[in-house]
């Protein structure tokens, strides 16, 4: 035991004092000794004891409250109460407000060395464990500091621009590059403020609108200057949801190269194919042809046609990307279901398929181009009727959400194999399933998608394999604060 130890005795009684005095100068502890309030208040100014004894009436106070006070301003200090002859009161007392030990008349010499002894290993005890405690917890404090540190580094120098949202939609975190990418100034305090205020874009709402409609909702921003982004939006549990932009503006800018490529050479290989076609119709008309000759004319005619309807594909697709048709005016969506069934009906009825349709009453109308609107929902219900058997159902239904129309076009067909699904809307890409017999330019659904992003909507595929296909499309209502009016 250190006998360099500060006892402080706070005792009015004098002989008391200095028997507690003379025993623990005996065992070798400094020892400071206050008979008053003001003496004791200095000491514990000036010093910090390693125990302090305390009677029960110290200066005409009482010597608890005194106690209580002590522990307040030092929480671990032990602390030795005596009293005379403590009560059954006393003693809980004393235990309930962490008194260290009690100590009562008669005192020996040895129990009062034994209590202060005891004490001050408790309390070192308690002193080292508090130490290793703090340490600890500092160490790993700053671990946790450290990987913020390294996730803050990344976050501000990634070029890919990261938004978190809480649950309401404000603010929590904007990387440099999101605020780049909307211009806000790299000190303009915009934490805890609501996304719509900050960033008032109806594209960037409706992206939000639209989060638990689809798995993995993605639009594209575009902007006056010409660039776009690709923004993603995806729930966070028990923070909110986080938003990530990607700049996709020279993807953009090969893409539409490519697209005109294309409508250039599909235009230009469309007049000797019109020739190839007229002169094939003569040779029948400038003499009598034999059967085989007959034959091989029809398959020159039918490989011809299906040029020519690959070629009109690949045009109108060049047309739609290229954003020409793209004047909008409020359109009816019913008209435009009514319209495509309509002009489906006899394909239908060939196939002896049966079209379900449920529609709410009063769809609010859409902003849209009803030209492509409507090739749109003929190429989804072309497919519908094509890949499904004789005899098959096809429901289509419409539901009104959050200023969006969802429509669902669903078919009792084959199914599109899970490894497809993914390429459905690109270009060419037909599925690994689908029978020799079935004709195709593997165009439709990326002209489908195209007309869908020009509406600002979204379209995806849910299918199982020998069940069925549904293919939803979400489209914005013609709403004013959504068409930015
Ligand atoms: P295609 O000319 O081949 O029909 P699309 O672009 O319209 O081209 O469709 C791409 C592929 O998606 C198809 O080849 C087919 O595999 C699959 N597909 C589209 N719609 C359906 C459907 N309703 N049922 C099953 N498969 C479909």
Same mark, same amino acid.
């Given at each position: ?23 623990? *100068? ?97 309390? +070192? ?30 976050? +501000? ?5 990261? /938004? ?9 975190? /904007? ?7 909307? #211009? ?13 205020? *900050? $960033? ?18 993605? +639009? ?41 490529? /294309? ?12 020739? $190839? ?9 400038? #003499?009598? *042809? ?32 290229? #954003? ?46 009803? /030209? ?18 004789? #005899? ?35 270009k060419f890409y037909r599925g690994s399933n689908v029978p020799r017999g079935i004709g195709g330019t593997g165009l439709g659904l990326a002209i489908v998608k195209s007309i869908v992003d020009n509406h600002g909507g979204r379209i995806w595929v849910d299918s199982v394999l020998g069940r069925g296909t549904t293919f939803t499309v979400v489209l914005p209502l013609a709403l004013p604060e959504l068409i930015g009016a």
């Open positions: 035991m250190p006998k360099s130890d500060l006892i402080l005795v706070a005792l009015s009684d004098d002989q008391l004092q200095r028997l507690f005095e003379r025993a623990l *100068v005996s065992a070798s502890y400094k020892v400071a000794l206050a008979s008053e309030r003001v003496t004791l208040d200095r000491i514990l100014h000036e010093s910090i004891p390693d125990l302090v004894i305390i009677g029960e009436d110290f200066d005409g106070a009482d010597g608890m409250v005194l106690v209580e006070e002590i522990l307040e301003r030092f929480p671990t200090m032990p602390i030795l109460f005596y009293a005379m002859q403590a009560t059954p009161e006393q003693l809980k007392r004393a235990l309930h407000i962490g008194v260290s030990d009690l100590l009562s008349a008669p005192l020996k010499i040895e129990d009062i060395m034994k209590a202060v002894e005891n004490s001050i290993r408790r309390a +070192n005890r308690l002193g080292d464990w508090t130490r290793r405690e703090v340490r600890r917890t500092t160490a790993s404090l700053q671990q946790r500091v450290n990987e913020l540190q390294k996730f803050d580094t990344i976050l +501000n120098n990634i070029e890919d621009g990261v /938004i978190i949202l809480d649950e309401q939609f404000k603010i929590l975190l /904007i990387n440099p590059a999101a605020r780049r990418a909307f #211009g806000i100034w790299k000190d303009e305090e915009i934490s805890n403020k609501p996304i719509a205020e *900050v $960033i008032p874009r109806p594209d960037l709402r409706a992206l939000a609108d639209s989060g638990g409609a689809n798995p993995f909702p993605h +639009n594209e921003i575009t902007f006056e200057d010409g660039r776009v982004l690709s923004a993603q939006f995806v729930v966070i549990p028990q923070v909110g949801s986080a938003i990530t932009l990607q700049d996709i503006t020279y993807l953009k800018q090969v893409d539409r190269l490519k697209s005109e490529f /294309i409508h250039m050479v599909s235009h230009d290989l469309r007049s000797p194919l019109t020739a $190839i076609l007229g002169y094939v119709d003569l040779v029948e008309r400038v #003499g009598p *042809v034999t059967d085989q000759q007959r034959d091989f004319i029809e398959r020159v005619q039918q490989s011809v046609q299906s040029i020519t309807l690959l070629l009109n594909d690949l045009m109108e697709l060049g047309r739609i990307e290229a #954003g020409l048709d793209s004047q909008k005016e409020v359109v009816s969506l019913e008209d435009i279901i009514r319209f495509t069934l309509e002009s489906t009906e006899l394909q239908v009825k060939n196939k002896q398929q049966v079209v379900d349709l449920e529609l709410p009453e009063n769809i609010p109308p859409l902003r849209g181009n009803a /030209i492509r609107l409507r090739q749109m929902l003929d190429n989804l219900m072309g497919n519908a009727i094509k890949y499904t058997p004789d #005899g098959g159902h096809i429901t289509l239904k419409v539901e009104v959400q959050n200023n969006q129309a969802i429509l669902r076009l669903h078919d009792t067909g084959p199914g599109i194999p899970p490894a497809d699904q993914p390429h459905i809307f690109e």
